[in-house]
């Protein structure tokens, strides 16, 4: 998991720590490469928290881990699984410009379970069947 260990959001189902994060670490996509490569993982997934913070909701740093995990371990498939990025066609499309192998993201749930799982004081940006469909045009 990338972009340090507390996320912007708070849903109520998950135990990650909510607060305000860090800058994004220079060295974390050189650690999370090295990491992968001692392990000699043949499949890396790369998932973060959630960025509201970031202009780019973190998609420069996914592109980095990407290109770093590609550089140590050459015949792994790295899949990435992204937060909705607030739900910036432009952070998504940069991410994609990555060109993991796997383009992954939780699809949101329907209205009626919303206000039992949603951040605690805030709705998600988009309705989930929208960027649902958003994410899957610009991915295509
Ligand atoms: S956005 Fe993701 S990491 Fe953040 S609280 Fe919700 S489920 Fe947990």
Redesign the pocket.
Known sequence: MILGDR?????R????A?GRPEPPDPDETRRVAQTAQRLNLNYVVIT???RDDLADGGADQFCRTISEVRSLCPKARVEVLI?DLNGSMRALQKICNGRPDMLNH?VEHGAPSVSASA?RGRLSPLPGGCWNLHFARVCR
């Open positions: 996320c912007t959001r708070a849903c189902f998950c135990a990650v909510t973060s928290v959630t937060p939780n951040p």
